[in-house]
């Protein structure tokens, strides 16, 4: 059992570049989310899904796209990448949305954009 | 609007020595309040949970918080700190309406030797 994973770990980009970043859970969980960490700045929502086909804007998703093509999966798009861009980007399942469900985080992926 | 601030961004405790990390909430109902912890390099994990009950949760690790209504806030605690506490912890509120997370800012604790 994995848990959350993400793909890949370290990536550096230029200026207009674009990415995928990949998550995958292996719980049977049913709401993903992507977040970015900032210094200083916590963790902000980027986008998230409901369930398998389904996704929805989360509090900065502007630069980003998403899709959840299958349950497990949930794809980050850098369509155009620019240097407010460089963060890292955790991803998160979670088996609803109740509020009092835990978030299980994948490991981080680091993005430098240049 | 929801809201969670961490008033220290740093912390420097000595190890064996007791610690308290602040959380304050902005929040019209019945919060549900979270505390995550990340080592160097690695995500988060969840050290607790409130959501209903007893106000003093205990959590994994040797870590407690105590939830004050009258002072909206949700403070972690340990009696006695461990060199392997050094990390970065994050307290969260939970949204009713979606259960969506709002983090706060982080407190970076530093354990002396």
């Known amino acids: 059992n994995a848990g959350v994973t993400q793909t890949p770990k370290f990536r550096v980009l230029k200026t207009g570049q674009s990415m995928t970043l990949l998550c995958a859970q292996d719980m049977n969980h049913e709401y993903m989310y992507w977040y970015r960490q900032d210094p200083g700045m916590g963790l902000r929502l980027i986008h998230y899904?409901?369930?398998?086909?389904?996704?929805a804007k989360g509090e900065v998703p502007d630069g980003y796209n998403v899709s959840r093509l299958k349950k497990q999966n949930f794809l980050l798009g850098l369509e155009s990448a620019a240097p407010s861009q460089t963060s890292v980007y955790f991803c998160?399942?979670?088996?609803?949305?109740?509020?009092?469900?835990?978030?299980?985080f994948g490991p981080g992926t680091r993005l430098l954009v240049l | 609007a929801q809201s969670v601030t961490q008033p220290d961004i740093h912390i420097t405790v000595s190890e064996g020595a007791s610690l308290e990390l602040r959380c304050n909430y902005s929040?019209?109902?019945?919060?549900?309040l979270f505390w995550y912890v990340q080592s160097p390099g690695q995500g988060l994990q969840l050290l607790l949970k409130?959501?209903?009950?007893?106000?003093l949760v205990q959590g994994i690790k040797g870590f407690e918080a105590e939830f004050k209504r009258s002072q909206s806030s949700f403070n972690l605690r340990k009696p006695s700190v461990h060199w392997s506490d050094a990390a970065e912890y994050f307290c969260a509120v939970a949204s009713s309406n979606t259960g969506k997370l709002i983090f706060g800012q982080g407190t970076t604790l530093q354990v002396k030797p």
């Open positions: 929040y019209g109902a019945t919060p549900y």
């Open positions: 409130y959501f209903s009950g007893d106000t």
């Open positions: 998160a399942s979670s088996y609803s949305s109740g509020t009092s469900e835990t978030q299980y």
């Open positions: 899904s409901v369930g398998e086909g389904t996704t």
